[in-house]
Structure formats: structure tokens, C-alpha cells
């Protein structure tokens, strides 16, 4: 139990299609994150949410939009995209700032296996 | 340009030994390191980290030791046992980074022979 859950866990979607990918926390963390991962190249970070407020966007594409309603949960709708988008999409949550201090460790869900065509 | 690099994509160690795992940073205002552990179908989990102020942090099995004047780091696994068998990503982060953010390796994958 990770206490990061994400669904769906593959979807398959054609370049014209919308869809969302759904990530909840059961940790009781401030930050939220999305990360794409492409076959053998590092983690890209997407988007950052600090308090349900974004504070980061890496450059992304407009055909990716984050939700983040409150701190348990985070979305990522998908339109009219591209198959290079096709990436194992993950979400994790941290901490953040707390009484202790700033820790780093994030904790990531299992993953969304998206497959444009 | 990577500011952290993982240059072996995998290794392979017998059971029992020792297994090595090296990340290269570029950035010197790096100051926190992890070491996260991924098995397929899985996301990441947290597995150890460091601080700049140590050269050194143990956790049972695994230890990272890190050289600051290199730039270095690695990851050491004693004895290796089948369930290492995983890929494993260096990351790092800066403490004035108010959003928090992991810059990561590409990963290696590790392949623990019986």
C-alpha cells in the first residue's frame, strides 16, 4: 500500500479523443506532482501543486491540463494528443513544508500505461 | 544538459555479492540525494537519502556515500539478494527549491543472478 493510488492504470486513446487520469493520496501531503516517464529517459516533471496551488509547469504542452480541487487529489485531462505522449504517466505526493522542515521523498503511485494511436 | 547522470543503464551482480550503483550530479547547488527503487508495473519508492553535511548514510543492506568534491554518489547493496533485482534512480534536489523538485537519473537497471 502506497497510499498514492492512480486510475486508470492503462488506457489506450485515439489522437481526437479526452480523457482524464485520477491520482488521490491517503498521506496527508501538501504537494502534489505529475511526471511523464518515457523508455529509458529520466522522469520529466510536469506540474507541481503546493497547496492546491500550481506552482510549477515544466514547459507542458496545452493538450495537458492539472486539476487539483484539494489537497487528496490531483487530475491530469489529456485532449487531442500526439503519440509521442504515449508514456508511463506517474503521480506522487510530498510532504512539503511541515513542522519539521522541508523533507524531499516523494511518494508515487503506481502509474497510468498511456498508448495513443 | 542532465544535471544528474546515471551512466551504466544496467548491472548484473551475483547473489550474494556486492552491487554498485553510481549517479554523477553537475549542479553544486545540490544538497539532498535519494535513491529510489522500481519494480515494472510499479511507481518509484523511496529508498535512501543523503545530505550534503554526510558523506555517509546506512540503512541495513544499502548505503550511499557521497562525495561532494566529485560530485559523486553511489549506492551499495550488501549481499545482494534476487528481490534487488529492479531498476534505480538517483535523485537530487537543491534546499532552496521552494516547489520541492527531484532532478533524477535515467536509472539502472539492476540484475541480481542466482
Request: charged share 20%; hydrophobic share 30%.
Given at each position: 500500500e502506497t497510499g498514492v493510488t492512480q486510475t486508470p492504470r492503462h488506457l489506450v486513446m485515439g489522437m481526437t479523443n479526452k480523457k482524464s487520469?485520477?491520482?488521490?493520496?491517503?498521506?496527508?501531503?501538501?504537494?502534489?506532482?505529475?511526471?511523464?516517464?518515457?523508455?529509458?529517459?529520466?522522469?520529466?516533471?510536469?506540474f507541481v501543486y503546493n497547496f492546491k496551488e500550481q506552482t510549477e509547469n515544466n514547459s507542458v504542452p496545452s493538450r495537458f491540463s492539472p486539476e487539483c480541487p484539494n489537497s487528496s487529489h490531483l487530475f491530469l485531462h489529456l485532449h487531442t494528443l500526439q503519440p509521442e505522449d504515449s508514456a508511463l504517466y506517474l503521480c506522487a505526493s510530498s510532504q512539503g513544508v511541515g513542522?519539521?522542515?522541508?523533507?524531499?521523498?516523494?511518494?508515487f503511485g503506481p502509474g497510468t500505461r498511456l498508448t495513443v494511436t | 544538459?542532465?544535471?544528474?547522470?546515471?551512466?551504466s543503464p544496467s548491472l548484473s551482480v551475483q547473489e550474494?555479492?556486492?552491487?554498485?550503483?553510481?549517479?554523477d550530479y553537475t549542479n553544486s547547488m545540490f544538497d539532498y540525494f535519494l535513491w529510489y527503487k522500481k519494480y515494472p508495473a510499479e511507481g518509484p519508492t523511496f529508498l535512501i537519502s543523503i545530505s550534503s553535511i554526510k558523506?555517509?548514510?546506512?540503512?541495513?543492506?544499502?548505503?550511499?556515500?557521497?562525495?561532494?568534491?566529485a560530485k559523486h554518489l553511489s549506492l551499495h547493496i550488501v549481499p545482494s539478494q534476487p528481490g534487488d533485482s529492479a531498476v534505480y534512480f538517483c535523485?537530487?534536489?537543491e534546499h532552496m527549491d521552494s516547489n520541492y523538485q527531484l532532478i533524477w537519473g535515467a536509472g539502472t537497471k539492476l540484475i541480481i543472478k542466482p
Amino acid at each position: 500500500e502506497t497510499g498514492v493510488t492512480q486510475t486508470p492504470r492503462h488506457l489506450v486513446m485515439g489522437m481526437t479523443n479526452k480523457k482524464s487520469l485520477k491520482c488521490e493520496q491517503h498521506l496527508g501531503h501538501n504537494a502534489m506532482y505529475w511526471y511523464k516517464q518515457s523508455a529509458k529517459k529520466p522522469l520529466e516533471l510536469m506540474f507541481v501543486y503546493n497547496f492546491k496551488e500550481q506552482t510549477e509547469n515544466n514547459s507542458v504542452p496545452s493538450r495537458f491540463s492539472p486539476e487539483c480541487p484539494n489537497s487528496s487529489h490531483l487530475f491530469l485531462h489529456l485532449h487531442t494528443l500526439q503519440p509521442e505522449d504515449s508514456a508511463l504517466y506517474l503521480c506522487a505526493s510530498s510532504q512539503g513544508v511541515g513542522l519539521g522542515g522541508v523533507t524531499y521523498e516523494q511518494y508515487f503511485g503506481p502509474g497510468t500505461r498511456l498508448t495513443v494511436t | 544538459d542532465q544535471q544528474v547522470k546515471q551512466n551504466s543503464p544496467s548491472l548484473s551482480v551475483q547473489e550474494g555479492r556486492i552491487s554498485i550503483l553510481n549517479c554523477d550530479y553537475t549542479n553544486s547547488m545540490f544538497d539532498y540525494f535519494l535513491w529510489y527503487k522500481k519494480y515494472p508495473a510499479e511507481g518509484p519508492t523511496f529508498l535512501i537519502s543523503i545530505s550534503s553535511i554526510k558523506d555517509k548514510n546506512e540503512d541495513g543492506r544499502f548505503t550511499v556515500f557521497l562525495n561532494k568534491s566529485a560530485k559523486h554518489l553511489s549506492l551499495h547493496i550488501v549481499p545482494s539478494q534476487p528481490g534487488d533485482s529492479a531498476v534505480y534512480f538517483c535523485a537530487a534536489s537543491e534546499h532552496m527549491d521552494s516547489n520541492y523538485q527531484l532532478i533524477w537519473g535515467a536509472g539502472t537497471k539492476l540484475i541480481i543472478k542466482p
